[in-house]
């Protein structure tokens, strides 16, 4: 019948109408500035540096492998390796990144520079209100503005991290058992057995 | 005191106008009408803006505006700053002076119309014996501008949009007018004030407005697609739809031009939706005899508001129409079908009192719609569009 498809349209739309003073279902815009919804766990903006412990510069788990900065696609990172050495999580000497840089005005939020890493030392954040009024030096990070703690990055994305976590444990856990090893068998070299000799 | 409150308009326009020399009171006293008229009516066009933007949005799962003012009420007055301090950009190639009085025109024409009507009990600017033909006469002239601003614009957008403008006006404008005849036929006058008197009367405590009969419901559905046609609204939103023509015949348009042509298009609702209240809603007379004591211009406006509501309620609703179904709809559906009124409509008014004449005018009314929409199905003039090669 002519004009039953109107008149349905109409009792929806007027259904809408009523419901969004009475159902949160019919109402579902969030007031943004006044009201957040948390972020998604799989939710990704730009790259962030995970360090360890409470002082940053010296927890960073880069070691300016430049890995990622070869693989990042648009080339926003630009990183600075540092001429001495210092000790990484597993006490082995390591590079560490003199400058690290990312321009987020050039970032894509594709995500290969964390998947590439070796060293979980970059992830990706969840912060997305970035805004600046210097469109050049504001949106080009330093490492002290990407430093962000590992607790940090447990929250945003727990699963993840717990992952990174467990992986990480498990190599320092190797790393030590081997260490131990070697300090053993060093230690055996170093002393014959007794009853050795003639 | 409810004839006091009732007519506290016409007394308060008697007692200042009481003031001056007898030669200048009855110029006085139009003049303070005038500008009565041209405060309010802007006024009611804030707030049917902020009420379409609060309506859309809830009907959308929106909030709709909320940020200036409580409510977001002073959103208008927001975006009249804005209009005012914006650049007022004329094309270089755009014939200056047509361009400048187009909207200008627009307005002027919209604002004739609200002269001859009844707002309440006496309450009427000019009280003509042919006041429903001025109405239609000044109508009509906005379309005049409509394609002054179209052509004087050079610019394909404003040009087609323009020509859709016009097309749809003209073609929709016959259907106004031949619904309105019927009332007319009935009531036997064209003067509005008196069509509101014949419809001023109660059978128990119920009105003799002509929309409680056969050929009056039918009339005022198709005055309504007409009027929501010749006021440019959504689904007939053709002549601007912003997702192929940019904004039609007012993208040359930009700051208080753009906002005179907006004022425009609200008026005309407002002007069509007083006209359709006076033909098919019995005016300014109350819905029930036991409300008589409501002062009539709040019976006015309240029936005035309520169509501007289900004028928001379609927009909320329907997806604009294409071309051809637009043109279609009015020659092929609406045009016979108003026809057919008038003829219902006559045999209304010989048939005399009596129940039979309810079954009858019902009867041939229902038939022929259903008739003439089954009719069009089939043509497929009407329902999903079929393609020729594409299938």
Redesign the interface.
């Given at each position: 019948m002519l004009g039953e498809g109107i008149l349905k349209g109409l009792a929806e739309t007027a259904r809408n109408f009523a419901g969004s003073y009475f159902s949160a279902k019919r109402l579902t815009t969030v007031e943004y500035p006044e009201q957040r919804i948390a972020p998604l766990e799989a939710a990704r903006v730009f790259p962030f540096l995970v360090y360890d412990g409470s002082d940053w510069e010296a927890g960073l788990r880069c070691v300016a492998c430049q890995i990622c900065e070869k693989e990042c696609p648009p080339k926003c990172i630009f990183i600075e390796k540092s001429k001495d050495k210092k000790p990484d999580a597993l006490g082995k000497p390591q590079f560490y990144p003199a400058r690290f840089d990312i321009d987020v005005s050039v970032c894509m939020s594709c995500q290969i520079c964390a998947e590439v890493c070796p060293f979980d030392a970059i992830k990706m954040n969840t912060e997305f209100e970035l805004a600046t009024d210097d469109r050049f030096g504001g949106l080009m990070l330093d490492r002290s503005q990407l430093a962000r703690p590992n607790e940090y990055y447990r929250q945003i994305h727990p699963a993840e991290a717990a992952a990174v976590d467990a992986h990480l444990a498990g190599e320092k856990a190797k790393a030590d058992a081997k260490a131990k090893a070697a300090a053993e068998a060093a230690a055996a070299k170093a002393a014959p057995p007794a009853g050795g000799g003639d | 005191m409810t004839g006091t409150l009732d007519q506290i308009f016409v007394l308060l326009q008697h007692w200042l106008v009481g003031f001056l020399p007898a030669g200048l009171q009855p110029v006085a006293a139009v003049l303070l009408s005038v500008v009565v008229i041209v405060c309010f009516f802007p006024a009611l066009f804030a707030f049917a803006v902020w009420l379409e933007r609060k309506?859309l949005g809830?009907?959308?799962?929106?909030?709709g505006p909320?940020r200036v003012g409580p409510f977001g009420l002073l959103q208008p007055i927001a975006d009249g700053i804005k209009s005012l301090t914006k650049e007022d950009v004329v094309p270089l190639s755009a014939d200056a002076a047509v361009h400048f009085l187009a909207p200008l025109v627009l307005v002027v024409a919209v604002f004739m119309g609200f002269a001859v009507l009844p707002m309440g009990r006496n309450m009427v600017l000019v009280d003509m014996d042919a006041g429903l033909l001025f109405f239609f006469a000044m109508g009509a002239s906005t379309e005049l501008s409509v394609f002054m601003a179209g052509w004087s614009s050079r610019n394909k957008y404003s040009l087609l949009g323009a020509m859709r403008a016009v097309a749809q006006m003209i073609s929709y404008e016959v259907v106004l007018v031949l619904s309105s005849v019927a009332v007319v036929m009935i009531a036997g006058s064209l003067s509005l004030t008196r069509i509101v008197e014949a419809q001023n009367h109660y059978s128990g405590i119920f009105p003799h407005w002509y929309i409680f009969t056969p050929w009056g419901f039918a009339g005022f559905i198709m005055y309504a697609i007409a009027a929501t046609a010749e006021t440019n609204r959504s689904p007939f939103d053709l002549p601007e739809g912003e997702s192929e023509l940019v904004a039609g015949y007012h993208t040359e348009y930009s700051g208080f031009k753009f906002a005179l042509f907006f004022l425009g298009e609200y008026l005309a609702m407002f002007s069509i939706s007083g006209l359709g209240t006076t033909l098919f809603l019995g005016g300014w007379s109350a819905p029930f005899s036991f409300l008589g004591w409501v002062p009539s211009w709040i019976w006015f406006f309240s029936k005035l508001m309520l169509s501007i509501f289900v004028f928001i309620?379609?927009r909320?609703?329907?997806p604009r129409l294409r071309q051809d179904q637009l043109m279609n709809f009015a020659w092929k559906f609406v045009l016979p079908f108003t026809l057919l009124n008038l003829l219902v409509t006559a045999l209304w008014r010989f048939m005399g009192e009596g129940w039979e004449r309810w079954v009858v005018c019902s009867a041939i009314l229902a038939v022929a719609?259903?008739a003439l929409?089954r009719l069009?199905?089939f043509k497929g003039h009407?329902g999903p569009r079929r393609y020729r090669y594409a299938e």
């Amino acid at each position: 019948m002519l004009g039953e498809g109107i008149l349905k349209g109409l009792a929806e739309t007027a259904r809408n109408f009523a419901g969004s003073y009475f159902s949160a279902k019919r109402l579902t815009t969030v007031e943004y500035p006044e009201q957040r919804i948390a972020p998604l766990e799989a939710a990704r903006v730009f790259p962030f540096l995970v360090y360890d412990g409470s002082d940053w510069e010296a927890g960073l788990r880069c070691v300016a492998c430049q890995i990622c900065e070869k693989e990042c696609p648009p080339k926003c990172i630009f990183i600075e390796k540092s001429k001495d050495k210092k000790p990484d999580a597993l006490g082995k000497p390591q590079f560490y990144p003199a400058r690290f840089d990312i321009d987020v005005s050039v970032c894509m939020s594709c995500q290969i520079c964390a998947e590439v890493c070796p060293f979980d030392a970059i992830k990706m954040n969840t912060e997305f209100e970035l805004a600046t009024d210097d469109r050049f030096g504001g949106l080009m990070l330093d490492r002290s503005q990407l430093a962000r703690p590992n607790e940090y990055y447990r929250q945003i994305h727990p699963a993840e991290a717990a992952a990174v976590d467990a992986h990480l444990a498990g190599e320092k856990a190797k790393a030590d058992a081997k260490a131990k090893a070697a300090a053993e068998a060093a230690a055996a070299k170093a002393a014959p057995p007794a009853g050795g000799g003639d | 005191m409810t004839g006091t409150l009732d007519q506290i308009f016409v007394l308060l326009q008697h007692w200042l106008v009481g003031f001056l020399p007898a030669g200048l009171q009855p110029v006085a006293a139009v003049l303070l009408s005038v500008v009565v008229i041209v405060c309010f009516f802007p006024a009611l066009f804030a707030f049917a803006v902020w009420l379409e933007r609060k309506g859309l949005g809830r009907m959308q799962n929106r909030l709709g505006p909320n940020r200036v003012g409580p409510f977001g009420l002073l959103q208008p007055i927001a975006d009249g700053i804005k209009s005012l301090t914006k650049e007022d950009v004329v094309p270089l190639s755009a014939d200056a002076a047509v361009h400048f009085l187009a909207p200008l025109v627009l307005v002027v024409a919209v604002f004739m119309g609200f002269a001859v009507l009844p707002m309440g009990r006496n309450m009427v600017l000019v009280d003509m014996d042919a006041g429903l033909l001025f109405f239609f006469a000044m109508g009509a002239s906005t379309e005049l501008s409509v394609f002054m601003a179209g052509w004087s614009s050079r610019n394909k957008y404003s040009l087609l949009g323009a020509m859709r403008a016009v097309a749809q006006m003209i073609s929709y404008e016959v259907v106004l007018v031949l619904s309105s005849v019927a009332v007319v036929m009935i009531a036997g006058s064209l003067s509005l004030t008196r069509i509101v008197e014949a419809q001023n009367h109660y059978s128990g405590i119920f009105p003799h407005w002509y929309i409680f009969t056969p050929w009056g419901f039918a009339g005022f559905i198709m005055y309504a697609i007409a009027a929501t046609a010749e006021t440019n609204r959504s689904p007939f939103d053709l002549p601007e739809g912003e997702s192929e023509l940019v904004a039609g015949y007012h993208t040359e348009y930009s700051g208080f031009k753009f906002a005179l042509f907006f004022l425009g298009e609200y008026l005309a609702m407002f002007s069509i939706s007083g006209l359709g209240t006076t033909l098919f809603l019995g005016g300014w007379s109350a819905p029930f005899s036991f409300l008589g004591w409501v002062p009539s211009w709040i019976w006015f406006f309240s029936k005035l508001m309520l169509s501007i509501f289900v004028f928001i309620w379609l927009r909320g609703t329907l997806p604009r129409l294409r071309q051809d179904q637009l043109m279609n709809f009015a020659w092929k559906f609406v045009l016979p079908f108003t026809l057919l009124n008038l003829l219902v409509t006559a045999l209304w008014r010989f048939m005399g009192e009596g129940w039979e004449r309810w079954v009858v005018c019902s009867a041939i009314l229902a038939v022929a719609y259903v008739a003439l929409a089954r009719l069009e199905m089939f043509k497929g003039h009407f329902g999903p569009r079929r393609y020729r090669y594409a299938e």
